[in-house]
């Protein structure tokens, strides 16, 4: 066979590169590291001190309503990550990501229900809803689901298989922007009516809750809630550092490119797809566990965390902190979070226009969100 | 062409995705790209008609035709984006590029630069070079990808062909037009490619720009193939060999720049207007 010749740069005199070209730079600098360390060090010891030790009377202590509070938005930030490796990164829109995280609080769920055992109102071996609907028995999709590991694998496997099959459909078809985007939306809602249903078998529109037991301890033991709470707090630090791995990857460059210019990806020798699914995969996979934290420490899961506005919600938190930068989500999700407490107490109705406003003026003033500002100020400094 | 191979490559079109194709091309009858028969229609409008084209390894090959000759479907075809409704079009004597994917098209060896220059805007020019380099393309290889001592001489070696290295660290949406139709052309060397097929590679060039490009291109010949499609006719006249003009979809005359010129029937479609 006559091989065709493969094609060579003309011959030169050797080129050097300017200095610092291709080596990767560090995940973080020593101060990002250090800032790292000192939250995980703080959510893993000085609130649980805070909040068990120092006694009530004190000014320092922290109270179950704020654990609680910064419990759940530490796993909406989670989410906000999750989607900004999808939306920032790679940039399809998901307004569908709820349902990853419902998905992954149902499946712990199932276990906090088993664990009630027989202190529940009908003491009954099955959960009062079963009780209520006359059921004998657990149906076959909740077996199992009484051991602790079993359950942590279905919060994996359960948003991660739903995630790839339909990403798989989805990519391959290439469905994209605001039909991926209307088609996710779909996909929440959908799950929601499913959930609704009494005869599904996952409790209906009340869902789950009045959870007793976690492994063996109880739920409402400040030592538990304490750990919950660390356990979440350690998780965003490590998704945090896992976010910036991919996105300092070649793999990160890759993702920015298929949404900057797919054709050329394609015609360069790559299949998307493949990319699209994985980092599709990971994000729902993420926010499934972001889920499973958010269950317990919250008490409560029901369809309408699957409800669509609830979905747009999290591509708000994204916007509004600056999507495609690091922290941006965070900052985003804590302080929409954060806002929304403080609204939905002293003036809850209108808490929507507030939030509509908001995303309203982020979109036409800030297209790099709250991060945009900070980065504007600095550079002004400079 | 009566001798036109019908082994359709499995080997090729079955492997995973991404996946670099083995053996390479064949070219062990001379001829590199055959089109026979290639029909596109778009709502009844024929792009392409029985479009038969032969392309010999080594050449540099131009084509013209007035707007609307099926110049890019053609292009579209040959790399995967658009499959014909009929004939055939097999890169070497095997692979059949109406089987595989835009993507393994790519690896097979075809590279592609487009009528607008594209390249990864929001990418410095050194990442956008790292991203085509030729390598293993899957997701798992990217994860762990790092840049050897021969992957940045590469690099290095193609900053300085296409003039840009002092400005590898800049953003490629900051560079000016031809300097994008550089890089561009910078990242399908990346690839290593066997055949390239370059879109108007000099519309909106300085006048030095055509030139050097010119030149390049005509280092490449021989080494491997170029199809250029392109208006400049003095652009053409620096560097081809063999011209191909279409007209309504398919091949109206071919041959050297002055006997295509002097063709009555070019005359009146094309040039006389």
């Not at chain 1, 979440?232 to 945090?240: C, E, F, M, N, S």
């Not at chain 2, 690099?155 to 994008?180: M, N, Y």
Request: include cysteine; hydrophobic fraction near 50%.
């Amino acid at each position: 066979m006559n091989q065709a010749q493969v094609i060579e740069i003309p011959a030169m005199p050797a080129v050097r590169l300017p200095a610092g070209l291709g080596t990767p730079p560090a995940l973080f600098s020593v101060k990002g590291w250090a800032a790292l360390l000192a939250f995980v060090l703080s959510v893993s010891v000085l609130v649980p001190v805070l909040f068990i030790i120092v006694p009530q009377d004190n000014s320092f202590h922290l109270s179950a309503y704020f654990v609680t509070l910064v419990g759940k938005i530490m796993c909406y930030c989670v989410v906000a990550l999750a989607m900004n490796l999808i939306w920032g990164y790679a940039g399809i829109l998901s307004l569908g990501h709820g349902v990853f995280f419902a998905l992954g609080g149902y499946a712990f769920g199932m276990y906090l229900m088993r664990m009630i055992g027989r202190e529940g109102q009908y003491q009954s071996d099955l959960p009062d809803f079963m009780v209520f609907l006359d059921w004998k028995a657990y149906p076959w999709y909740w077996s199992f689901t009484e051991h602790f590991w079993y359950a942590l694998l279905l919060v994996v496997l359960v948003p991660g298989v739903l995630a790839f099959v339909f990403g798989f459909f989805a990519f391959r078809s290439r469905i994209k922007g605001v039909y991926f985007a209307i088609i996710t939306q779909a996909l929440t809602f959908a799950f929601m009516l499913l959930f609704f249903r009494n005869d599904t078998g996952f409790g209906g529109n009340n869902g789950f809750t009045d959870f007793k037991r976690i492994l063996d301890f109880r739920i409402a033991e400040p030592a538990t809630r304490a750990t919950l709470f660390a356990l979440t707090g350690i998780y965003l630090a490590a998704v945090l550092v896992l976010t910036r791995a991919i996105v300092r990857s070649k793999v990160g460059r890759i993702l920015t490119a298929i949404r900057d210019s797919e054709n050329r990806l394609m015609f360069s020798g790559y299949n998307p797809l493949w990319y699209k699914l994985s980092v599709w995969t990971l994000s729902a996979v993420l926010c499934g566990i972001a889920g499973a934290l958010y269950v317990p420490q919250v008490g409560i899961i029901n369809p309408s965390e699957m409800s669509p506005a609830n979905s747009i919600e999290i591509a708000i938190w994204v916007a509004v902190g600056g999507r495609g930068t690091l922290l941006g989500p965070v900052l985003g999700a804590a302080l929409v979070n954060g806002a929304k407490s403080f609204f939905t107490q002293s003036f809850p109705e209108y808490w929507l226009f507030f939030l509509g406003l908001l995303f309203i003026l982020v979109t036409l003033f800030l297209p790099k969100g709250v991060i945009g500002i900070v980065e504007m100020l600095r550079r002004n400094r400079a | 062409m009566s001798a036109l191979p019908t082994v359709s490559a499995a080997e090729s079109s079955s492997a995973a995705v991404g996946r670099v194709v083995s053996g390479g091309v064949d070219t062990s009858h001379r001829a590199i790209l055959y089109l026979e028969d290639i029909t596109v229609s778009f709502d009844g409008f024929r792009a392409l008609d029985k479009l038969t084209l032969t392309i010999d390894a080594g050449e540099l090959r131009c084509i013209i035709g007035p707007n609307g000759a099926g110049k890019t479907t053609m292009m579209d075809v040959i790399t995967g984006k658009t499959r014909p409704d009929s004939g055939s079009a097999f890169f070497g004597q095997t692979i059949d590029l109406t089987r595989l994917t835009e993507a393994e098209i790519a690896h097979a060896g075809i590279g592609r630069k487009f009528q607008k220059p594209t390249v990864f805007e929001n990418h410095t020019v050194f990442e956008n070079l790292e991203l085509a380099m030729k390598t293993d393309k899957r997701v798992r290889a990217s994860l762990r990808a790092r840049l050897d001592s021969a992957q940045l001489d590469r690099i290095a070696a193609t900053l300085d062909l296409i003039r840009l290295s002092g400005e590898a660290r800049k953003l490629a949406g900051l560079l000016s037009h031809g300097q994008k139709q550089w890089l561009e052309i910078g990242m399908l060397l990346m690839q290593e490619p066997q055949l390239l097929l370059l879109d108007e590679p000099v519309a909106g060039m300085t006048d030095e720009e055509t030139e050097r490009t010119a030149e390049l291109f005509k280092t490449l010949a021989g080494g491997h193939t170029v199809i250029v499609v392109e208006h400049d006719m003095e652009f053409i006249a620096s560097i081809a060999d063999v011209v191909t003009v279409l007209h309504e979809g398919s091949v109206l005359a071919e041959g050297s720049l002055d006997k295509v010129k002097n063709d009555s029937r070019v005359i009146e479609v094309y040039l006389g207007r």
